[in-house]
Nanobody
Framework: QVQLVESGGGLVQAGGSLRLSCATSGRTNSIVATGWFRQAPEKEREYVAAISWSDGSTYYADSVKGRFTISRDNAKNTVYLQMNSLKPEDTAVYYC????????????????WGQGTQVTVSS
């Protein structure tokens, strides 16, 4: 069994920063990547960023490139999403997912999901 717990969401003004955390535990031997996705009301889940567990390679959606940074602390089994220069359009519930496949941008390539954390950016 694999568990994920997201944290770090909140309310921030436009231009501000937040750091999200995704702590994982359990049987993670076969996990090869972590991805962050977000879902705004009445919209589909959207890819944000992903990181490979094997070599730490990182990948980003164009909409967040240069503003968001994904990283991993192996000792803590935690993946972070540092979000800077936040915009109102970044408002969504942010989810982290674990993949047995790879650092994919498609949500269906992820096998385990956390409960999500709300990020609200005010203008």
């Amino acid at each position: 069994q694999v568990q994920l717990v997201e944290s770090g969401g909140g309310l921030v003004q436009a231009g501000g920063s937040l750091r999200l955390s995704c702590a994982t535990s359990g049987r993670t031997n076969s996990i090869v990547a972590t991805g962050w996705f977000r879902q705004a009301p009445e919209k589909e889940r959207e890819y944000v960023a992903a990181i490979s567990w094997s070599d730490g390679s990182t990948y980003y959606a164009d909409s967040v490139k240069g503003r968001f940074t994904i990283s991993r602390d192996n000792a803590k089994n935690t993946v972070y999403l540092q979000m800077n220069s936040l915009k109102p359009e970044d408002t969504a519930v942010y989810y982290c997912g674990l993949s047995l496949f790879g650092p994919a941008s498609a949500h269906y390539e992820y096998d385990y999901w956390g409960q999500g954390t709300q990020v609200t950016v005010s203008s």
